[in-house]
């Protein structure tokens, strides 16, 4: 069965440090790729997403992702957060444009100010 | 703005009570979603919609079950809501693959 792993649960960072959130697949076709984030209190909203062309997809508020197929890996980043950042993080994965969508476990990170 | 609304923030049940959690959309969707959420397990698909009258189940579909008389609104049902059913209930419409979510629901059963 096709599962999306976050490797980390707790991410504790401190304002303006770097940020690199790992999530990798098992699926080896053809695949879409997502990273939603949850504020505190918040509903799940789309970070960015890769469908195809340049791996390195930059999405809002600074984050980015680089698609690394040989790896099956969706790395998230940010080069420097802000306190504003702490929120959980999932990463989803489509294969084969069937609209079945797998997250994560999620990872949530908080920034201390 | 694609808007996804549930009809509850917060649902408190006793056990064996039967639970109706709705969701609608207002961008002419044609695919739904009802997800649960727990801490460490992320979200988990319990039944998904391509189509009016349409259902597909998903990982975890035991104990609910699914209405979709119109295409804007997908209903979420516990036949008799147990503790276990204790959970966050998000509900999504897509577009293009990409999911669009509403604010969720949370349900304690007791």
């Known amino acids: 069965a096709q599962s999306v792993s976050q490797h980390n649960h707790h991410v504790i960072l401190s304002e303006a440090a770097s940020l690199e959130l790992g999530c990798n697949y098992s699926?080896?076709?053809?695949?879409?790729l997502f990273w939603y984030v949850q504020y505190p209190g918040q509903h799940l909203q789309l970070l960015l997403k890769?469908?195809?062309?340049?791996?390195l997809v930059k999405g809002i508020k600074g984050f980015e992702a680089e698609f690394i197929k040989s790896k099956f890996s969706f790395n998230l980043r940010k080069p420097s957060v802000q306190w504003s950042d702490t929120a959980e993080y999932f990463c989803?994965?489509?294969?084969?444009?069937?609209?079945?969508?797998?997250f994560g476990a999620g990872t949530r990170l908080t920034v201390k100010p | 703005d694609v808007k996804v609304t549930q009809s509850s923030r917060y649902l408190v049940k006793r056990t064996g009570e039967k639970v109706f959690l709705e969701c609608v959309q207002d961008?002419?969707?044609?695919?739904m979603f009802w997800y649960r959420q727990d801490p460490g397990l992320g979200l988990r698909l319990i039944y998904f919609?391509?189509?009016?009258?349409?259902?597909e189940k998903g990982d975890i579909p035991e104990g609910y079950s699914v209405s979709r008389e119109k295409k804007e609104r997908f209903s979420l049902i516990l036949e008799s809501a147990s503790t276990n059913q204790t959970s966050m209930y998000l509900c999504?419409?897509?577009?293009?693959?990409?999911?669009?979510f509403g604010p969720g629901t949370r349900l304690l059963v007791l």
């Open positions: 999504a419409s897509s577009f293009e693959e990409t999911q669009y």
């Open positions: 699926y080896g076709g053809t695949v879409n």
């Open positions: 890769y469908f195809s062309g340049d791996p």
């Open positions: 989803a994965v489509i294969r084969d444009n069937n609209n079945d969508m797998r």
């Open positions: 961008m002419d969707h044609e695919n």
């Open positions: 919609s391509y189509d009016v009258k349409m259902k």
